[in-house]
Nanobody
Framework: QVQLQESGGGSVQSGGSLRLSCAIEGVTFSSYCMAWFRQAPGKEREGVAAIVSDGNTIYADSAKRRFTISQENPLNTVYLQMTSLKPEDTAMYFC???????????????????WGQGTQVTVSS
């Protein structure tokens, strides 16, 4: 059974940093894509960053130059380093995994098979 468990969320002031972690258990993908999504109250879920097994990454415009997605190999943990946080970054952050061979880094949530429960990030001004 695949399980994704996020951690590292919390409350910070504007300009601060947080590092989110996603521990993956129960699966070893030969080819995969891992991503972070977020959802703020009253808003749709949006992709933040994704990374594939060959190391290629993709970022939402809002995350570029501020957030960095990385992974530990063999795959067991994916990280999202967030810097220069803004109040608009406040959301529940979710880790997601897709074990589809040949999948390129994508922020299309419909392509992800597995999801974590989320970790809350709150940024105050």
């Amino acid at each position: 059974q695949v399980q994704l468990q996020e951690s590292g969320g919390g409350s910070v002031q504007s300009g601060g940093s947080l590092r989110l972690s996603c521990a993956i258990e129960g699966v070893t993908f030969s080819s995969y894509c891992m991503a972070w999504f977020r959802q703020a109250p009253g808003k749709e879920r949006e992709g933040v960053a994704a990374i594939v097994s060959d190391g290629n990454t993709i970022y939402a415009d809002s995350a570029k130059r501020r957030f960095t997605i990385s992974q530990e190999n063999p795959l067991n943990t994916v990280y999202l380093q967030m810097t220069s946080l803004k109040p608009e970054d406040t959301a529940m952050y979710f880790c997601a995994a897709a074990g589809t061979p040949g999948l390129v880094a994508t922020l299309d949530s419909g392509l992800y098979n597995y999801w974590g429960q989320g970790t809350q990030v709150t940024v105050s001004s």
